[in-house]
Nanobody, 114 residues
Framework: QVQLVESGGGLVQPGGSLRLSCTAS????????MGWYRQAPGKQRELVAT???????NYADSIKGRFTISRDNAKYTVYLQMNNLRPEDTAVYYC????????WGQGTQVTVSS
C-alpha cells in the first residue's frame, strides 16, 4: 500500500515553467520506480517521464529536452521540472509508483494558456 500526493500544478503562459512534486508514503520499501503521466480531456493517459531508485530515467519524445525528472530517495519524493511549456502540455499530471502493483496519485492540473 502506497499513497502518492502531488503538488505544483497551475496556470502558466506558453514558455513558462512549473515544478511538480510527488511524495510517497506507506509501503515505500516496495517502490522500484516512480514517474509522471498525463491525461488531457478526451485523451488517453500517456507517459511523461520515469525514474528508478537507481536514477535511470526515461522521457516521452514530446517533452524530451524540456522536462527533467529527478528524485530524492531519502524523502521518497519525485519532481518534474517543466520548462518551455506549450499549450499542448495542458493536462492532469499524475504521479505513479511501481511496487507490487501500480499506485497513482490524485493528479494535479497543469494549464498552459495565454
Amino acid at each position: 500500500q502506497v499513497q502518492l500526493v502531488e503538488s505544483g500544478g497551475g496556470l502558466v503562459q506558453p514558455g513558462g515553467s512549473l515544478r511538480l512534486s510527488c511524495t510517497a508514503s506507506g509501503s515505500i520499501f516496495n517502490i522500484a520506480a516512480m514517474g509522471w503521466y498525463r491525461q488531457a480531456p478526451g485523451k488517453q493517459r500517456e507517459l511523461v517521464a520515469t525514474i528508478t531508485t537507481g536514477g535511470m530515467t526515461n522521457y516521452a519524445d514530446s517533452i524530451k529536452g524540456r522536462f527533467t525528472i529527478s528524485r530524492d530517495n531519502a524523502k521518497y519524493t519525485v519532481y518534474l521540472q517543466m520548462n518551455n511549456l506549450r499549450p499542448e502540455d495542458t493536462a492532469v499530471y499524475y504521479c505513479r509508483a511501481v511496487g507490487r502493483i501500480f499506485y497513482w496519485g490524485q493528479g494535479t492540473q497543469v494549464t498552459v494558456s495565454s
